[in-house]
């Protein structure tokens, strides 16, 4: 069985453009997370999604961060316009669904660097 | 307020050595779920263990084990013979089941360096 894919492992971009990173979870999963680790700091929830609905967004920094999950398959995290202080290491997750403390299990990471 | 705290950033040992991470929680919830998970070089995290606050016996899962004690908010973990590939970044972390969507509460992440 495939893991939670993300795509891309790398991003440069300058401020001010646009990034999309992709999370494909694992098949059958409801729960989607996604974290973002700054710079050596400890990794920071986001926001969370059962199918396509968002149950949690307490962690998204502002609102130039935009999240969706269509058809409650894959998910994409839009930083736009991007800064400085956005760059780090983007995680998503992925759970079984049926209990909120299930077991996530992450993706590898999109490694973000904002010049 | 949840807060993980992991007070090393990094060990480094000799092979064969036995390590352990420590791990302190803090939470209001008495029902609550903690976490390892290791992250080695290659960058994805793997999970680890899983154990629910009710639960105090220690784990031992073939050269790692765990040892939890609520008394103390402790959830270390210990590598015994370390080896060469047990290096990597390692994080434990703390959801709460009451009121929460399963977000994970992380430390910081401890440092491991295996040498041969």
């Known amino acids: 069985e495939a893991g939670v894919t993300q795509f891309p492992s790398h991003s440069v971009i300058e401020k001010g453009q646009t990034v999309t990173l992709r999370c494909d979870p694992i098949?059958?999963?409801?729960?989607l997370y996604w974290y973002r680790r700054v710079m050596g700091k400890e990794i920071k929830f986001l926001l969370h999604?059962?199918?396509?609905?968002?149950?949690?967004e307490s962690g998204m920094p502002n609102n130039r961060f935009l999240a969706e999950r269509t058809g409650g398959t894959y998910s994409t995290l839009k930083v736009q316009p991007a800064e400085l202080e956005d760059s780090g290491v983007y995680f998503c997750a992925s759970s079984q669904g049926l209990l909120t403390t299930d077991t996530q299990y992450f993706g590898p990471g999109t490694r973000l660097t904002v010049l | 307020a949840q807060k993980v705290t992991q007070a090393q950033t990094e060990i480094s040992v000799v092979e064969k050595e036995d390590v352990t991470l420590d791990c302190v929680y803090e939470?209001?919830?008495?029902?609550?779920?903690l976490f390892w998970y290791k992250q080695p070089p290659s960058g994805e995290l793997v999970f680890l263990i899983r154990?629910?606050?009710?639960?105090?016996q220690n784990e031992i899962s073939g050269r790692y084990s765990w040892n939890f004690q609520k008394s103390t908010s402790s959830f270390n973990f210990t590598i015994t013979a370390s080896q060469v590939v047990d290096s990597a970044v390692y994080f434990c972390a703390l959801s709460e089941a009451v009121g929460n969507t399963g977000k994970l509460i992380f430390g910081q992440g401890t440092t491991l360096q295996v040498k041969p």
């Open positions: 098949s059958g999963h409801d729960n």
């Open positions: 999604f059962v199918k396509e609905s968002k149950q949690d």
């Open positions: 154990r629910n606050s009710f639960d105090e």
């Open positions: 939470t209001r919830d008495t029902t609550y779920y």
